[in-house]
């Protein structure tokens, strides 16, 4: 029999307050049932009967602090969408690029929280938070998965020491024949929904679990768990506690992430064609990042025999092959090309990859810039995300 703690379990009711006014408390949601002699409205997670809240501004959901805020505040930056905020304590600002937005500074989870209630309609936190806390919930959409920072992993440690000393793998781990429904594998996380959900789909069948808002790494040593189930970066924290990462443990690889609510995209007016600008602007943002423009000059006796060279080489095809221009000077009285000016766009990384295969054609004068922005034919997560709001 499996045996998982119901120590954080939601309450599944609350005691009744007057006849007139019910409240309930399911695991996600909270339901208001206000009754008059007239009418019954009602109101779960602030939608009307599954009806959104008429307001005319788009509310977008940022985090008010922790290591997401600042990396989110610069990505908007980066793409021209500068949030101005008067102050660090005022927690609703503007972004004046988008008219019809209003910024919400929250903490990551009641994002997500708010977004489920229909409190926000857009909201950037890391996939981490979305999986824990939106639980699965079909409302809510994920826009952009991949903003490149906030990057960790939800991982399950445990000491590298004592009985786990030769324990390297989380199917070793359940095969441990000391766990009992008497004595569980006791793990302190803070992830109290993902956590069962995986020990579960794993088939550990006799685990119980236990919270704190930090610092969980200590509860090993302290005697309180076995193992934890927390978010690892660099790995330092769990190097300097003693711990170790397993095969087979990680329960989700997570970074930051602009989700939607699916009802917002769909019933209120500007959030879809709002929810584009943003995407198209992070999109052109992210992949200008990890290029370079690369201009050189190239002898030759054609754009085409020039090109063909350029195309020759692996790393210089650039985004749809390279645009090659004569240079045109004047010989014996003639406008003549000599030399062709190519233009190439590469990854960072293939950079000195790059110009040792420029020079190994001919290439000269090989000037490197940074990009700002690519702006492709219409994105694939446009598309992506049509599909899915079934448009
Ligand atoms: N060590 C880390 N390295 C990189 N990203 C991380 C790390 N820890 C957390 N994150 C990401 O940053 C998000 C916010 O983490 P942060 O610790 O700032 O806030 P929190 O855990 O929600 O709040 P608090 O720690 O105050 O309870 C996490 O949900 C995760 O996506
Ligand atoms: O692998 P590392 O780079 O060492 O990062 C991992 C640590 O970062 C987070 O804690 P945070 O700094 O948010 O402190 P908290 O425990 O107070 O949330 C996380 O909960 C780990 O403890
Ligand atoms: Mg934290």
């Not at 939106?134 to 920072?149: C, P, S």
Request: one cysteine or more.
């Amino acid at each position: 029999m499996s045996q998982f703690s119901s120590a954080f379990t939601a309450a599944s009711s609350v005691s009744l307050p007057p006849p007139s006014f019910y409240v309930s408390v399911s695991k996600r949601s909270f339901i208001y049932c206000c009754s008059s002699p007239q009418s019954t409205t009602t109101v779960v997670n602030g939608k009307f009967d599954g009806k959104i809240v008429e307001r005319d501004e788009i509310r977008f959901g940022l985090p008010s602090k922790g290591r997401m805020a600042g990396d989110t505040l610069d990505l908007l930056k980066d793409c021209q969408l500068s949030v101005k905020q008067v102050n660090p304590r005022q927690y609703v600002a503007q972004i004046p690029q988008l008219s019809n937005v209003e910024v919400w500074f929250q903490r990551p989870r009641d994002i997500v929280r708010k977004l489920l209630s229909g409190d926000l309609d857009l909201g950037i936190v890391g996939l981490d938070t979305v999986s824990e806390y939106g639980r699965g919930d079909e409302d809510l959409i994920i826009v952009h998965d991949a903003l490149k920072y906030g990057d960790c992993r939800l991982s399950l440690a445990i000491p590298k020491y004592g009985i786990f000393e030769n324990i390297n793998s989380l199917k070793e781990l359940a095969q441990m024949p000391r766990w009992t429904i008497d004595r569980p594998l006791r793990v302190a996380t803070g992830f109290t929904y993902l956590g069962p959900k995986f020990m579960q789909e794993n088939g550990l069948k006799h685990v119980i679990f236990s919270t704190a808002d930090g610092a969980l790494e200590a509860a090993p040593a302290m005697g309180i768990a076995d193992a934890i189930l927390d978010l690892v970066s660099s790995g330092t924290t769990l190097r300097e506690n003693i711990l170790k990462e397993i095969e087979g443990g990680v329960v989700l690889e997570s970074q930051a992430v602009l989700v939607a609510s699916r009802k917002a995209l769909i019933q209120r007016k500007g959030a879809l064609d709002t929810t584009h600008e943003i995407l198209e602007r992070f999109e052109a943002h992210l992949r200008a990042a990890d290029q370079f423009m690369i201009t050189a000059n190239m002898s030759g006796s054609s754009a085409e025999e020039v090109a063909e060279r350029v195309l020759s080489q692996p790393s210089l095809s650039g985004l749809q092959g390279p645009t090659v221009s004569p240079v045109l000077c004047k010989r014996d009285g003639k406008v003549a090309a000599d030399y062709y000016a190519i233009v190439i766009c590469v990854p960072k990384k293939a950079l000195y990859k790059s110009v040792q295969q420029l020079r190994a054609i001919g290439g000269s004068g090989v000037l490197i810039s940074p990009l700002t922005y690519i702006f492709d034919e219409e994105t694939p997560r446009w598309r992506e995300l049509l599909s899915k709001l079934g448009l």
